[in-house]
């Protein structure tokens, strides 16, 4: 891939040569298929455009200095998508087709995984949605599922560098007993208006409470929060946020580091406490933050005076990303190496 420049990528999409499919009919899910079209044909009447039967993943490939591709906990993510389906009644794909579609599009689409050190990896996009057509509130009877792939460089501009966050009060990301810990694409419409807001207003994200009491942190729009604080390593507990596989990564990182883990509800004034804080998720990895302002209360919670990362979570998102690209000892086993 002469023409592009690796270490300019935006986040963003890009044309590769394959997708890879699997259709689910007749309570049975039949064979991958490979697709060079980037369109789905779908009936007017699908369940995906009108009740919102649609899950996706997200996940990565890198190509380590050895030149070896790696993938990182897709097990993981094949979990997760069968959470999802049980959440908004879908077929589940078992783990082995799941990984079996993930390798699949990952080797037929291999040009397209950036260099090593080039800062840019290879986003690998799972989708499941409802295509069978349904005009009353009932599941779908036809599903199908895609993984598309597309070279990216680091969601936030400037990589591994510290950003503003602000607390939105006046959208909720989703319901405590909604779809919060299921990713489906409502939670991120959910989102639009508050990220422009926060995007407006020259922040990074914008940051949510929980809808039910306004009193504590639940997550930003596309990622979990951390705190660091007495060698501790502290994340929100909550049923509205998405379970982030890189934050329960991390959070096992931290445990072998020495930290102590919990994971409970962190009322907002508690962001005074902490030395550190991170937004961390597949596609920032670690987004760690300079402050979160609350406006409306003309409040800054300031975890980064010098504008510089701290040292934890330098030390956590070296871990990690080592292991992504085989740097560091995969002691875990969460990395696939393909052949």
């Known amino acids: 891939m002469e023409d592009l420049d690796w270490s300019n990528l935006s986040f963003g999409y890009i044309k590769t040569d394959y997708n890879v499919r699997i259709t689910y009919r007749n309570n049975a899910w039949g064979e991958l298929e490979i697709s060079s079209s980037e369109y789905v044909n779908l009936h007017m009447a699908a369940t995906c455009l009108h009740y919102g039967q649609e899950a996706f993943e997200g996940l990565k490939a890198y190509r380590g200095k050895d030149g070896k591709t790696r993938?990182?906990?897709?097990?993981?993510?094949?979990?997760?998508?069968?959470?999802?389906?049980?959440?908004?009644?879908?077929?589940?794909?078992?783990?082995e087709r799941f990984e079996e579609a993930v390798k699949k599009v990952v080797k037929l689409n291999e040009r397209f995984i950036p260099p090593y050190e080039s800062g840019a990896t290879l986003y690998i996009r799972p989708l499941l949605i409802g295509t069978g057509a349904q005009v009353g509130v009932h599941p779908s009877t036809e599903y199908t599922f895609i993984i598309f792939v597309t070279p990216v460089g680091p969601y936030f501009k400037g990589g591994f560098a510290t950003n503003p966050y602000v607390i939105i009060r006046g959208y909720d990301r989703a319901a405590?007993?909604?779809?919060?810990?299921?990713?489906?694409?409502?939670?991120?419409?959910?989102?639009?208006?508050?990220?422009?807001?926060?995007?407006?207003?020259?922040?990074?994200?914008?940051?949510?409470?929980d809808a039910k009491e306004k009193k504590y942190i639940d997550e930003c729009g596309?990622?979990?929060?951390?705190?660091?604080?007495?060698?501790?390593?502290?994340?929100?507990?909550?049923?509205?946020?998405?379970?982030?596989?890189?934050?329960?990564?991390l959070m096992q990182l931290a445990e072998d580091m020495g930290l102590k883990i919990e994971r409970r509800p962190v009322p907002e004034e508690e962001l005074n406490t902490f030395e550190e804080a991170g937004a961390c998720g597949t596609a920032a990895v670690i987004s760690p933050i300079q402050r979160i302002d609350d406006i409306e209360k003309n409040k800054s919670y300031v975890f980064s005076k010098d504008g510089k990362p701290g040292p934890v979570s330098t030390k956590l998102y070296n871990m990690l990303v080592g292991i992504q690209y085989g740097d560091k000892p995969d002691i875990h086993n969460w990395v696939t190496i393909l052949d």
Do not use: W
């Open 176 to 209: 405590p007993l909604g779809t919060g810990i299921y990713k489906v694409g409502g939670n991120y419409a959910a989102s639009l208006r508050a990220n422009k807001e926060a995007h407006d207003k020259g922040y990074s994200s914008e940051f949510y409470l």
């Open 71 to 95: 993938v990182f906990r897709m097990d993981e993510n094949a979990a997760r998508l069968q959470s999802t389906c049980r959440g908004i009644l879908m077929p589940e794909l078992p783990t």
């Open 222 to 249: 596309a990622a979990n929060f951390f705190g660091i604080k007495n060698n501790t390593y502290i994340t929100p507990k909550s049923t509205s946020i998405l379970p982030s596989i890189t934050n329960k990564s």
